[in-house]
């Protein structure tokens, strides 16, 4: 039964959500808990709130008992560069800082005992003519949140664009299931099924929606939905048919979806795991050796593709076609270019041509909300 929250409930949990440090997040999460109404059908989320806010307060007592000691502050933080910031997962062994040395540029220490990475190291990894920042980390050890780094780990998952995670072919179905764990504990999904509905925040454009079924109520109702919940600029995408209740418990979720790449390593050693994985889990991966250097050629075109990412070009009016490309979602269109290169642009926009995949012929003249793909080139003009 979804919960029915009053319009103050939805703002807490919208700051909730934005909140940029954990006191600010304790208290919205506070704020949030406590103006749920008390009936049964709240019950579920009120217990899922509840122990969140535990998890929150024990990672700040965390930072607080590290701080005093003199052996750091506030968790784990990195500037995001290239096209996307990806956090390597996987518990003790599972060979993540030997991944790391294969393929970025990154000096790491690799040694047979276990927890031998005992502070995240970044490594930009070259996929054509884009980098990925990967980010090895601390392992994971079944009950994360009571290790020494386990909530910083998880906050810096849930702060970053994507996740590998990486289990040992020795037995990646039980690694698979602790890590999915934590992630849920943490308020995390790998899973994008499990969101019918995505509702991604924006700076402006207003609220727009995009859905592959039938919407099942007005627009409008919707429109106005979200700006009950205080959401005035957001992209709404939708998998299948949905309707206007679907939508309102979408907007109370805090759980954070997080595309995921699943690697088993060391399939030089156990040839049968990377199958017996697929199996027993139903879910898709890939086999690598850091070892020997198996799959690891195909790793950078498997990771974007597991982004859901792609490259656009922009095209100057002379038709210099600019070297760096602007990395957006899959499904952009030529609207949302527009608003990355120059507010201007979008403002003024009268239409753009398009040279690739997603026209007809090259230099096509189309719209705003003209759909894009992987490595289109786009020329803009302005009234």
């Not at 440090?21 to 208290?27: A, E, Q, T």
């Not at 998952?157 to 179905?173: C, E, K, S």
């Not at 709404?236 to 699943?262: C, F, M, N, S």
Request: glycine share 10%; aromatic share 6%; proline share 3%.
């Amino acid at each position: 039964m979804p919960a029915n929250l009053p319009p103050q409930a939805r703002v807490a949990e919208r700051r909730y959500t934005e909140a940029k440090n954990l006191p600010d997040r304790i208290k919205y999460l506070q704020e949030f808990l406590s103006s749920i109404p008390e009936h049964k059908g709240n019950e579920k989320m009120r217990g899922y709130l509840r122990r969140r806010l535990a998890q929150l307060k024990d990672e700040l007592e965390e930072q607080r008992k590290r701080k005093a000691s003199g052996s750091g502050g506030g968790g784990f933080s990195f500037k995001k560069e290239g096209a996307a910031q990806v956090v390597i997962l996987g518990m003790t062994g599972s060979g993540k800082s030997a991944l790391l040395m294969k393929v970025t540029n990154a000096k790491t220490e690799v040694a047979d005992h276990p927890f031998t990475t005992r502070e995240p190291v970044p490594g930009m990894m070259t996929f054509k003519d884009i980098q990925f920042q990967l980010i090895d980390t601390p392992a994971i050890f079944g009950n994360v949140r009571g290790g020494a780094w386990g909530s910083q780990l998880l906050s810096l998952a849930r702060n970053a664009d994507g996740l590998l995670i990486l289990l040992d072919a020795a037995d990646p179905v039980a690694q698979f299931r602790t890590i999915v764990n934590e992630l849920i504990s943490a308020g995390i999904t790998i899973d994008r099924r499990v969101r019918k509905i995505e509702i991604e925040r924006t700076t402006g454009g207003g609220i727009q929606i995009a859905c592959t079924g039938r919407i099942m109520c007005r627009v409008e109702e919707i429109d106005r939905a979200l700006k009950e919940f205080g959401v005035r600029n957001a992209v709404v995408r939708i998998w299948g048919d949905v309707t206007l209740e679907e939508v309102e418990d979408a907007l109370d979720q805090t759980r954070t979806y997080k595309p995921a790449l699943i690697v088993v390593n060391k399939v030089d050693l156990f040839p049968g795991a990377l199958d017996g994985f697929r199996t027993a889990c139903k879910r898709e991966a890939v086999g690598v050796s850091a070892a020997t250097g198996e799959g690891l050629n195909s790793l950078g075109e498997t990771l974007f593709r597991a982004l859901g990412i792609m490259r656009v070009y922009t095209r100057g009016a002379g038709g210099e076609i600019a070297k760096k490309a602007i990395i957006v979602k899959t499904g952009a269109r030529v609207e949302d270019i527009a608003k990355i290169v120059h507010s201007q642009l979008y403002r003024n926009f009268k239409y753009a041509r398009v040279w690739g995949n997603s026209v007809k012929y090259n230099g096509e003249r189309v719209g705003a909300e003209h759909e894009l793909v992987d490595r289109d080139i786009v020329e803009i003009r302005i009234k």
